[in-house]
């Protein structure tokens, strides 16, 4: 369902009772689309997957972070190629 902002201020709770009953709100102001009111489990729903990714890329180490590795083990070998034709 779609409300005017006035119409939504004025009718509050009718409003509420719709995001609990009948899903999603829509909210215009000036016959523009402007904001969305949902049911409180809906929003942790949706809000909680973005915080979770949010975590998880803030957790991850840069620039001074890094953790740095012990290259006194190298395994590298020195191969002659052109004794092998």
């Known amino acids: 369902m779609t409300w005017q902002l006035q119409d939504?201020?004025?009718?509050f709770s009718e409003l509420?009772?719709?995001a609990l009953t009948r899903g999603p709100q829509v909210i215009t102001r000036h016959g523009?689309?402007?904001a969305v009111v949902i049911d409180i489990k809906e929003y942790r729903r949706l809000s909680?997957?973005?915080?979770r990714?949010?975590?998880?890329?803030?957790?991850?180490?840069?620039g001074?972070?890094?953790?740095?590795?012990?290259?006194?083990h190298?395994?590298?070998?020195?191969?002659d190629l052109a004794e092998q034709v």
């Open 8 to 11: 939504g201020k004025q009718r």
């Open 16 to 18: 509420i009772r719709s």
């Open 32 to 34: 523009e689309e402007v």
């Open 48 to 51: 909680g997957a973005q915080s």
């Open 53 to 62: 990714l949010a975590d998880q890329l803030l957790a991850i180490p840069r």
């Open 64 to 72: 001074d972070d890094l953790p740095i590795t012990d290259r006194s």
């Open 74 to 79: 190298d395994l590298t070998a020195v191969v």
